[in-house]
């Protein structure tokens, strides 16, 4: 089975100190153990950039529109840029998946309430069997819930979702690590 890592709005400009990000530190760190497990095992990993407005933090060429420093990106690596909390809506994030032949997606990234949520669900919509690693994502805390209680919620909800090829699997991200572990396994005693 092929992977894609799906890594949606990792960018300077949500990470500031005006709204900070629950677990951010250790965030980057899984999601770059899940970048290296995907490229391992054939996979694509795909970054997803938001161009904001003008004035907006993540306004394109901006020093917020930029990918956190500590993310490990690769040159092979692909970069999709978006313009609305959709990570498919006027992308070409589904030709390229479909180009690839990626049978399951991973989605991760921030935000939990806003891009990632919806590009769970536009996923799910269009049949890609998908996993979103249950400590993989990241939110601000709002006025009216905690980051943990968004992330909470978002988790339990994408885990019941109804769609064409069922919810999402929600899992630890060291599970998917190990699971995409153990599918190389099998395709190479294949």
């Given at each position: 089975?092929?992977?894609?890592?799906?890594?949606?709005?990792?960018?300077?400009?949500?990470?500031g100190?005006?709204?900070?990000?629950?677990?951010?530190?250790?965030?980057?760190g899984?999601?770059?153990?899940?970048a290296?497990?995907?490229?391992?095992?054939?996979?694509?990993?795909?970054f997803?950039?938001?161009?904001?407005?003008?004035?907006?933090?993540?306004?394109?060429?901006?020093?917020?529109?930029?990918?956190?420093?500590?993310?490990?990106?690769?040159?092979?690596?692909?970069?999709?840029?978006?313009?609305?909390?959709?990570?498919f809506?006027?992308?070409?994030?589904?030709?390229?998946?479909?180009?690839?032949?990626?049978?399951?997606?991973?989605?991760?990234?921030?935000?939990?309430?806003?891009?990632?949520?919806?590009?769970?669900?536009s996923?799910?919509?269009?049949?890609?069997?998908?996993?979103?690693?249950?400590?993989?994502?990241?939110?601000?805390?709002?006025?009216?819930?905690?980051?943990?209680?968004?992330?909470?919620?978002?988790?339990?909800?994408?885990?019941?979702?109804?769609?064409?090829?069922?919810?999402?699997?929600?899992?630890?991200?060291?599970?998917?690590?190990?699971?995409?572990?153990?599918?190389?396994?099998?395709?190479?005693?294949?």
């Amino acid at each position: 089975m092929t992977h894609a890592l799906i890594v949606i709005d990792m960018q300077q400009g949500s990470f500031g100190e005006a709204a900070p990000r629950h677990d951010s530190v250790a965030l980057v760190g899984r999601l770059n153990e899940l970048a290296g497990a995907v490229r391992t095992n054939g996979g694509a990993v795909v970054f997803i950039q938001h161009d904001g407005p003008a004035g907006d933090p993540h306004q394109p060429d901006l020093p917020g529109w930029r990918l956190l420093a500590d993310l490990d990106v690769h040159q092979d690596d692909t970069i999709i840029r978006k313009t609305s909390c959709d990570a498919f809506l006027d992308t070409t994030l589904d030709a390229f998946l479909r180009s690839r032949a990626i049978e399951c997606l991973v989605i991760t990234g921030c935000a939990t309430d806003y891009c990632v949520d919806t590009t769970v669900r536009s996923a799910l919509a269009r049949g890609y069997p998908t996993v979103v690693p249950s400590d993989g994502h990241t939110a601000a805390n709002r006025p009216h819930l905690t980051a943990a209680k968004i992330i909470e919620h978002h988790n339990a909800i994408w885990a019941d979702f109804i769609a064409p090829g069922g919810p999402a699997v929600v899992c630890p991200s060291s599970d998917v690590i190990h699971q995409i572990g153990v599918l190389r396994d099998r395709h190479l005693r294949a």
